[in-house]
Nanobody, 126 residues
Framework: QSQLVESGGGLVQPGGYLRLSCKASKFTLDDFNIGWFRQAPGKKREGVSCISAVGSNTNYADSVKGRFTISRDKAENTVYLKMDNLKPEDTGVYYC???????????????????WGQGTQVTVSS
């Protein structure tokens, strides 16, 4: 059973928005760098955004800068990914992942992350 659980995916029209949530059942997300990744059919998993354990510094892929926002809610032990102005190319399965290394700047590298959720489907289509 995955220790991370994503939710909030769905079908949305281009230009619409969604907010994804990543919750942990067995550890405190504040202690980890948290990344959001996505994978479209037939494509490699790619990094979308991440937030560091030290200082909560954020990082975004160029393709989502200015449209996506990652944030933490310490009280809820949740990390969110707010996605605005969605485009068809944003379609894919979105995964959250946790990297236990204490980093000032988290990285969008799949290999850094030890814990993964099962994913939530995001479909952007008219």
């Amino acid at each position: 059973q995955s220790q991370l659980v994503e939710s909030g995916g769905g079908l949305v029209q281009p230009g619409g928005y969604l907010r994804l949530s990543c919750k942990a059942s067995k550890f405190t997300l504040d202690d980890f760098n948290i990344g959001w990744f996505r994978q479209a059919p037939g494509k490699k998993r790619e990094g979308v955004s991440c937030i560091s354990a030290v200082g909560s510094n954020t990082n975004y892929a160029d393709s989502v800068k200015g449209r996506f926002t990652i944030s933490r809610d310490k009280a809820e032990n949740t990390v969110y990914l707010k996605m605005d102005n969605l485009k068809p190319e944003d379609t894919g399965v979105y995964y959250c992942a946790a990297d236990p290394q204490p980093r000032f700047e988290a990285r969008l590298l799949v290999g850094d992350y030890d814990y993964w959720g099962q994913g939530t489907q995001v479909t952007v289509s008219s």
